[in-house]
């Protein structure tokens, strides 16, 4: 199933979330982080394991994605950033492998990678996001894929598992 949105807000414009190998093919007309489909899948279903890759990423989402690993909304967090990030940005990186040390469940893999997806398996459903937006500042303009589809997730886990990593 799929279904086509033009959104401002996720929380004012998406009234549910994709049930079983249901797609959503999401605009924004307005400018919003990637990262804000997180709170909004925690909040109908604890997340189990969360994984994301993205280019970019800024603080204000690291801070978030503790908080919401602290509070037990998360319980598993990997991700991929874009090496680049460690000379483009090295105060970010500096905070988010502080902050990825003092918590085993929190875990930080480089590589050269643009790709910005999101995994997050609750006990009961597999999401995947994906689109053009970054986990830092975004354009007004962003194209986002919303689906529920296990196939699609295991699909995009092999980018956390057969990318040529690095370490920092």
Same mark, same amino acid.
């Given at each position: 199933?799929?279904?086509?949105?033009?959104?401002?807000?996720?929380?004012?414009?998406?009234?549910? &979330?994709?049930? /079983?190998?249901?797609?959503?093919?999401?605009?924004?007309d307005t400018a919003f982080n990637a990262?804000?489909?997180?709170?909004?899948?925690?909040?109908?279903?604890?997340?189990?394991?969360?994984?994301? #890759?993205?280019? #970019?990423? =800024?603080?204000?989402? &690291?801070?978030?994605?503790?908080?919401?690993? /602290?509070?037990?909304?998360?319980?598993?967090?990997?991700?991929?950033?874009? /090496?680049?990030? &460690?000379?483009?940005?090295?105060?970010?990186? /500096?905070?988010?492998?502080?902050?990825?040390? #003092?918590?085993?469940?929190?875990?930080?893999?480089?590589?050269?990678?643009?790709?910005?997806?999101?995994?997050?398996?609750?006990?009961?459903?597999?999401?995947?996001?994906? =689109?053009?937006?970054?986990?830092?500042?975004?354009?007004?303009?962003?194209?986002?894929?919303f689906g529920n589809c296990k196939g699609?997730?295991?699909?995009?886990?092999t980018l956390f598992t057969e990318s040529?990593?690095?370490?920092?």
């Amino acid at each position: 199933m799929k279904h086509y949105q033009k959104v401002s807000s996720l929380e004012n414009d998406l009234m549910r &979330i994709p049930t /079983d190998e249901e797609f959503f093919f999401l605009q924004s007309d307005t400018a919003f982080n990637a990262f804000t489909f997180i709170p909004f899948v925690a909040k109908h279903f604890p997340i189990k394991e969360l994984y994301a #890759s993205t280019y #970019s990423i =800024g603080r204000k989402v &690291i801070e978030a994605l503790v908080e919401m690993h /602290d509070k037990g909304e998360i319980e598993q967090i990997t991700l991929l950033v874009s /090496d680049s990030m &460690i000379k483009r940005n090295p105060l970010v990186i /500096d905070n988010l492998m502080a902050m990825a040390s #003092s918590r085993p469940n929190l875990k930080v893999l480089y590589a050269w990678v643009h790709a910005k997806v999101c995994l997050m398996r609750t006990n009961e459903h597999h999401f995947i996001v994906e =689109g053009s937006g970054n986990w830092s500042e975004n354009a007004h303009y962003e194209q986002y894929t919303f689906g529920n589809c296990k196939g699609l997730y295991d699909f995009r886990m092999t980018l956390f598992t057969e990318s040529k990593l690095k370490k920092y």
